[in-house]
Structure formats: structure tokens, C-alpha cells
């Protein structure tokens, strides 16, 4: 399978693809005239790490998460560990989001919207953060 069969069967671009390659996570084989000859289990990695990626793992977390794939002695446990820091870090980052909203929110309230030019808006955003110390 050529590479324009692995990223429309993956779901990856071609690009995304060969910078896969470049770090390691596939190796396809090469053909006589050098191009890449994927075999069914490069493309089955590839759709693991495109359904990885969607999640929102990173690509380490996706090279530790394949390393796992592949290894038949791996203990389960592993692969929930890196699933659950991987959710806790997403529940972080709609905790940020919901503030970020709240503020913005508050902001955008607080804003007559009209022709004066006191604007709560810029005000808010120009203040300084407090030293966290």
C-alpha cells in the first residue's frame, strides 16, 4: 500500500504521515524505487494514533500508549495510568476554559457597547495579574 492509500485508509494526511515516520512511530518498508510500502500493520497504527491524536493525546503519549499496544505482556494498569492523566489534564483545561468564559462573560456584561469610550472590556484586560508568591 502506497502512502496515498495509508492516509485516505487512516484517516491522516500524507504529511502527517511521513513526519510519523520521521519520528519513528511507523516505519513502513521501501520499495524497489524507494517508495513507502505499508504493510496492514502500519496502517493499523496509523488509524491508532489518528484516533490517539483525536482524543488529544500527545505524541508521546501516543509512542508510549503503541509501545503499549504492541507489547503483549503489558499490564492494563499502565495503559489506564496514561489514559487517566491524559483526562485529568483535559478536566484542567475546562476548568480553565470555564473561567475564561466566566470572565469574559463578565466582562462583555459590564460593556454598554455604545459610542463612549470608557470600555470595560479593555479595562479588564489591561489589569495587571496579582505576583503569585
Known amino acids: 500500500m502506497n502512502i496515498g492509500y495509508a492516509a485516505s485508509h487512516s484517516g491522516l494526511p500524507a504529511k502527517t504521515i511521513r513526519y510519523y515516520e520521521d519520528i519513528g512511530l511507523v516505519k513502513p518498508l521501501r520499495d524497489t524505487n524507494g517508495y513507502r510500502a505499508f504493510q496492514e500493520s502500519e496502517l493499523h497504527k496509523l488509524s491508532f494514533l489518528a484516533r490517539s491524536r ?79 508568591a
Open 54 to 132: 483525536a482524543l488529544g493525546f500527545t505524541i508521546e503519549d501516543c509512542r508510549t500508549l503503541l509501545a503499549l499496544y504492541e507489547d503483549q505482556e503489558r499490564a492494563s494498569g499502565d495503559v489506564k495510568m496514561v489514559a487517566r492523566q491524559h483526562l485529568e489534564k483535559i478536566e484542567a483545561k475546562i476548568t480553565d476554559l470555564k473561567s475564561m468564559r466566566e470572565t469574559l462573560s463578565h466582562l462583555i456584561e459590564a460593556c454598554a457597547g455604545d459610542h463612549r469610550p470608557d470600555c470595560p472590556i479593555l479595562k479588564g484586560l489591561s489589569k495587571v495579574a496579582p505576583e503569585t
